[in-house]
């Protein structure tokens, strides 16, 4: 089974806090994912990364950097936080040059900023 | 560009009843399409997926056609469990792009 998994599942920071979020697959898959989750606007996609080192800005980036040091690895960072990055952040993972590319996810991180 | 359009929810139904979700898609080529769902408390996870026009996914006696000639794939299941009771995404993979575009998700509530 495939798993991804994320580093905490809840989640209280203050405002102005650097915040670090891990996402870790155990598939070897080279496609990485992070997605914010709000009531009434679905999935947005925040980044993704195809490979190691290599970085896609998605649909929300601003106020958001990523990391992606080791295939398995893909780290989300909130440089300064604010509350409006109140939110469910999801990880998501995939194969590459697949015509079904289905992703796989984590159990999602519940983000509170005061 | 791609896009997924879903019917609103909540939806509220009692156990046994059947089901029907809404799903249209606009794409360019031809994508795959996705449910997935979402139990409370967890990520999603993948429900069932089609790749080609007239393909029928189903699982856990969820199915959906891909319906290109409407640019459709609806949701249906005969009859809903309380189990059932979780949000619905569809989604779109087109081509060679690596994203996958989500609809905005439908909450089912099955009542016993």
Same mark, same amino acid.
């Given at each position: 089974?495939? %798993? ?5 599942? /809840?989640? &209280?920071? *203050?405002?102005?806090?650097?915040? !670090? ?35 896609? %800005? ?5 106020? /958001?950097? &990523?990391? *992606?040091?080791?295939?398995?690895? !893909? ?40 | ?14 156990e ?9 898609y606009?794409?360019?080529?031809y ?40 640019t ?35 909450k ?5």
């Open positions: 089974d495939v %798993k991804v998994t994320q580093s905490s599942r /809840y989640l &209280v920071k *203050r405002t102005g806090e650097k915040v !670090f979020l891990e996402c870790v697959q155990d598939m070897d898959h080279e496609n990485m994912f992070w997605y914010r989750q709000d009531p009434g606007l679905g999935l947005r996609l925040i980044y993704f990364s195809y490979d190691v080192k290599m970085k896609e %800005k998605g649909d929300i980036p601003e106020g /958001y950097s &990523v990391s *992606r040091e080791k295939k398995e690895r !893909f780290s989300l960072i909130l440089e300064s936080a604010s509350t409006n990055q109140t939110s469910m952040y999801l990880c998501a993972s995939s194969f590459r040059d697949r015509a079904m590319g289905e992703q796989y996810f984590g159990p999602g991180t519940r983000l509170t900023v005061t | 560009g791609n896009s997924v359009t879903q019917m609103e929810g909540p939806v509220t139904l009692s046994e009843a059947f089901l029907t979700i809404n799903c249209t606009t794409a360019t080529g994508p795959s399409l996705f449910w997935y769902v979402q139990y409370p408390g967890e990520g999603l996870q993948l429900l069932l997926k089609a790749t080609k026009a007239d393909d029928k996914g189903s699982n856990k006696g969820f199915e959906a056609t891909y319906r290109k000639e409407t459709s794939f609806h949701l249906e299941k005969g009859s809903v469990q309380v189990s059932d009771s979780a949000v619905y995404f569809c989604a779109l993979k087109s081509g060679g792009y690596q994203k996958v575009t989500f609809g905005t998700g439908t089912l509530q099955v009542i016993p």
